[in-house]
């Protein structure tokens, strides 16, 4: 089958290669498409996101890349939309990864996937200590920002176990993650399974865990394999396991984004 890597990030936000170097490495593996999907503008922290300067920039690159690569590989305008930015134009944008980084308390805004220790520090200091807390917040959060912001795709759904501070086998998380995803199913349909954790060497799965993807699956969602690269040399990082793992949830398709569609394409045996 031919992959299709929608969420990737360069120098324009907090990855380490340009657009081009994304795009070729992508069109090298043989991809039907790839999005560039940098970090939307968070202006209460600078450290990931493109500055709002730089996005006349940004859209230029990708329309010369679009023509440039027009033979070899479909290339998308795309945005990492976090949950507390706004935009003045979503029509310059082929598609919206929809996530929250943040869990904001009163002023404020505190990550979700920094660091462990700062994810810690917020459950023991703003949280009574609760994982379950934490994670109460997080999911209210997406679930408010993804009917506000009505994004085409929910990217990294169940971020905050990324440290491995929260249980996945509780019940109770996993009727908290069951019940925010279906909710969110209602406007956003579409899944991302994100490898990044994995080659960051954070996890051995990828978002979202199996129990979520069998949820998802029950209930009429659909999935799109994406690595989350920060770099070319993952572009479409680990993609046969989470196509195993798909397999595993009783997936027999995955949404591709072609011709400016996303399409369902049948998992090949």
């Not at 600078?46 to 023509?67: F, Q, S, T, V």
């Not at 805004?109 to 807390?133: C, M, N």
């Amino acid at each position: 089958m031919q992959y299709s890597d929608l969420h990737t990030h360069t120098v324009f936000s907090d990855g380490v290669h340009t657009m081009e170097d994304m795009v070729r490495a992508a069109a090298e593996r043989g991809f039907a498409s790839v999005g560039i999907s940098d970090h939307s503008y968070t202006p209460f922290d600078l450290r990931y996101c493109i500055r709002n300067e730089r996005l006349p920039d940004y859209h230029a690159e990708l329309r010369r890349l679009k023509r440039a690569y027009a033979d070899r590989i479909e290339v998308y305008a795309g945005l990492e939309y976090d949950g507390y930015s706004e935009l003045e134009d979503r029509q310059l944008y082929d598609y919206l990864i929809g996530d929250c980084h943040y869990i904001r308390v009163g002023e404020h805004y505190f990550s979700v996937d920094h660091a462990a220790d700062e994810q810690k520090r917020t459950i023991d200091e703003w949280f009574g200590g609760d994982p379950l807390a934490y994670c109460r917040a997080y999911f209210d959060t997406v679930v408010e920002c993804t009917y506000r912001h009505r994004p085409d795709v929910l990217g990294h759904f169940d971020l905050p176990v990324k440290f491995g501070l929260v249980n996945e086998e509780d019940p109770a998380y996993r009727r908290m993650a069951a019940d925010a995803l279906l909710a969110c199913l209602e406007v956003t349909p579409i899944v991302e399974l994100n490898t990044g954790a994995m080659a960051r060497g954070l996890r051995n799965t990828p978002y979202p865990h199996l129990f979520l993807l069998r949820e998802l699956l029950s209930h009429g969602g659909r999935i799109l394999l994406s690595s989350d690269a920060h770099c070319r040399e993952n572009v479409g990082f680990r993609f046969a396991d989470g196509v195993a793992l798909l397999r595993e949830a009783g997936f027999r398709g995955t949404a591709v984004l072609r011709r400016g569609v996303f399409e369902d394409v049948e998992i090949e045996a």
